[in-house]
Structure formats: structure tokens, C-alpha cells
């Protein structure tokens, strides 16, 4: 049977079999090596009151956020885009 993709829909682990992880949105357990990983800041203090902060030179803290998708609460949340075949073949960080 023909393989669509050379990777199996999964990104470079060579540990075996992977840990799953539980998507953000939906709570479904996907391998770690399948799921959508995107990470972003969050300011720990309000942002009016952030900005004064800035404003009078002060260092305002923020944590980093990491949630995990499946692959179809990715595509449904707009984190992850379909693309062309062509596109898919890059080798970029996708946004």
C-alpha cells in the first residue's frame, strides 16, 4: 500500500514509541510526536498597569505557555494551516 507521508504524520523522534499528551481544546490523548505544540508568553501583570510599569523603566515578568493540539483541533483553531503539497516538502517553522 502507497505511504502518504514519509515521516507517518509525526516529527523526528527515534525513542519509540512516544508519551501522549492531552490537547488543550478537546482533551484527547495524541503521541507526543503527532501533536501541535504552540507556546506563547503571558504578562503576570495586568497590561494598564504593565505599561505604566515599562514606562518608568521597570522589568515586568511574563511565563511561557506551552499547549499541545491534536491534529484537527490545530486545523480547526487556525494554529496550524492546510498547504500544498509543495509546501508541505519546506522545511520551514510553520506560523
Known amino acids: 500500500m502507497t505511504k502518504k507521508r514519509r515521516s507517518g504524520g509525526r516529527t523526528g523522534s527515534q525513542s519509540g514509541r512516544d508519551q501522549p499528551v492531552q490537547c488543550a481544546k478537546c482533551g484527547r490523548f495524541v503521541p507526543r510526536g503527532k501533536a501541535k505544540r504552540v507556546t506563547k508568553y503571558v504578562s503576570l501583570v495586568d497590561a494598564t498597569i504593565g505599561k505604566e510599569l515599562r514606562d518608568a523603566g521597570a522589568i515586568v515578568p511574563?511565563?511561557?505557555?506551552?499547549?499541545?493540539?491534536?491534529?484537527?483541533?490545530?486545523?480547526?483553531?487556525?494554529?496550524?494551516?492546510?498547504?500544498?503539497?509543495?509546501d508541505r516538502r519546506k522545511h520551514e517553522k510553520i506560523r
Not at 505557555?65 to 500544498?84: D, E, G, L, P
Open 62 to 86: 511574563r511565563r511561557q505557555v506551552t499547549n499541545w493540539y491534536c491534529v484537527s483541533c490545530a486545523i480547526h483553531t487556525h494554529k496550524v494551516h492546510i498547504r500544498a503539497g509543495d
